[in-house]
């Protein structure tokens, strides 16, 4: 499974809004602001997925010329991008922020894109090679490698990218870039 | 201050991985960049062979220690996605398997080279520094020569997000000021331009360098013979220092691939009014090769020299004579 997961919708999104929402429903995260973005951190306090501050986008073809034509034609433009990245080391982080994006999605329509590409970065089969990611890093700065069969696991090709998703309630697709 | 999620960080390296079809610059990569560049590491992205990185990734993926790291399929190797030579995981950072060995990894020549190239100019250009100044009028200029349409979005990051207003790129450079400002514009809805600018502060003004990569399809024909008159127009505009420009295969969307796309070959390239007096002018306007053409410009004798077509790699043994020839008057003078 693709650790980036990008909701591209058109009404304004709210992030703090969206994750006490998947906490109401029993998703057992919680909020930390971080640098330009916010983290959902596990029960243990370890950020699972981080989520950057929504772009407005306003340009024309720029959502094609990063994520393809389908689904930028399902998004349309203007456009919010909102971007949420799992951490890969952590099981079930990746499913946290796919949830995340669908939420975002649901609640203000658009499409969500999850990128499928060939084979994915990580995988390597048990026993082929030394996987490069094992060194120990300095403590508390990285995390080992997933174990080998969820390496294996994201072996198996994504579903299509694009999923088109109503609006959950009409929203304008009002408010303000927030590029620095 | 919270960092962003990556993937290892070493002694040496900060490790991300990234399985998109098209590797862009986001919010997240800059943020990584800096924390990698902050903590004197090198930024190392990961991704599967058939991913591509887009230009302004590629543009600031130039750090000591940071490349793009492709996993080959079949082999399970590793190689450097831009220069195709093996790479090994050192147990702190992947570095180049065998330094004295520069043959490339097989799968890194495997396809052939596009029939779509890609001209690349690089240019820093001087403002003065008034209340008045607006930036990214050089830009404007060349991106309306060379993509027919002034930029069309920019932004410090991509997605590209933001409609092009010279008012707010100035803004926000000034806000930032005395810190260089990074950021990337879009132009070109039937032939791309993307650029990328750094906004600094410099003894004369406000200096902005910029690198602007235009993509031709197979049936174009890219503006060489123009390019001196388009220099000529920007001279004419602006203080321009100095400006390069060079061709090379290479897709037409701007992206590249992590297999060869071929070797750049000089154009030609601005000399403005330090470096032309530097070297005295009837020097500079008589290089030991080549055509030199002295381009209108109230700033001072500025210089354009044509070293070759874009296509033949001797214009860079041009481009030493001259640059030799160049630094020859100067010492001579400093002597004198």
């Known amino acids: 499974m693709s650790h980036d997961v990008v909701a591209l919708v058109h009404g304004a999104p709210d992030v703090q809004a969206t994750v006490s929402q998947m906490i109401a429903e029993g998703e057992r995260v919680r909020l930390v602001p971080a640098e330009s973005a916010v983290h959902l951190c596990g029960e243990d306090g370890r950020p699972m997925v981080s989520v950057e501050a929504p772009q407005f986008i306003e340009v024309p073809g720029e959502v094609e010329r990063l994520v393809g034509p389908e689904t930028a034609a399902q998004a349309g433009t203007p456009v919010w991008w909102v971007e949420a990245r799992a951490a890969s080391a952590i099981v079930g982080a990746a499913d946290v922020a796919r949830r995340f994006a669908e939420q975002v999605v649901q609640n203000c329509g658009g499409v969500l894109w999850a990128p499928t590409v060939g084979e994915p970065a990580r995988h390597t089969p048990p026993g082929e090679e030394p996987v490069p990611f094992e060194p120990e890093p300095p403590a508390g700065e990285a995390e080992p490698d997933p174990p080998a069969d969820e390496a294996g696991a994201s072996a198996v090709h994504e579903e299509p990218a694009a999923e088109q998703v109503e609006p959950a309630a009409a929203e304008g697709t009002d408010g303000e870039g927030n590029q620095p | ?336």
Request: hydrophobic share 40%.
């Open chain 2, 1 to 336: 201050m919270t960092q962003p999620i990556v993937d290892m960080v070493t002694d040496s390296a900060i490790v991300v991985m990234q399985d998109r079809p098209v590797v862009p610059f986001t919010t997240w990569i800059s943020e990584t960049l800096q924390m990698s560049g902050d903590s004197g590491r090198g930024l190392q992205i990961v991704t599967p062979s058939a991913s591509r990185i887009t230009m302004p990734l590629r543009l600031m993926l130039t750090g000591p220690n940071s490349r793009w790291v492709v996993r080959e399929p079949h082999s399970g190797e590793y190689y450097d996605g831009l220069g195709g030579v093996r790479l090994l995981w050192d147990g702190a950072a992947f570095v180049p398997a065998d330094p004295d060995d520069e043959s490339l990894v097989p799968a890194f020549g495997l396809a052939d080279p596009p029939d779509s190239s890609q001209l690349t100019l690089t240019f820093r250009v001087t403002n003065p520094a008034t209340a008045q100044m607006q930036l990214g009028g050089s830009l404007e200029r060349l991106c309306q020569a060379l993509s027919d349409e002034p930029p069309r979005g920019w932004g410090t990051c991509e997605p590209i997000g933001r409609p092009w207003r010279r008012a707010d790129v100035t803004e926000l450079c000034r806000s930032r000021m005395p810190e260089p400002t990074w950021m990337f514009t879009i132009a070109g809805s039937e032939r791309p331009a993307i650029a990328s600018i750094r906004v600094s502060r410099s003894a004369t003004g406000v200096e902005e360098w910029g690198t602007l990569v235009v993509g031709y399809g197979p049936d174009d024909e890219p503006p060489i013979i123009a390019l001196p008159d388009i220099a000529g127009a920007l001279a004419a505009e602006f203080q321009v220092v100095s400006m390069f420009a060079q061709m090379r295969s290479g897709r037409g969307d701007l992206t590249s691939p992590a297999h060869w796309e071929g070797l750049p070959a000089p154009v030609g390239m601005v000399v403005g009014p330090e470096g032309v007096n530097d070297a005295g002018v009837d020097r500079a306007l008589n290089p030991p090769g080549g055509v030199a053409r002295q381009l209108p410009s109230p700033a001072g004798p500025t210089v354009w020299y044509t070293l070759g077509d874009g296509r033949s790699s001797d214009g860079w043994t041009l481009f030493e004579k001259i640059m030799r020839h160049m630094r020859h008057g100067s010492q001579r003078d400093r002597v004198g």
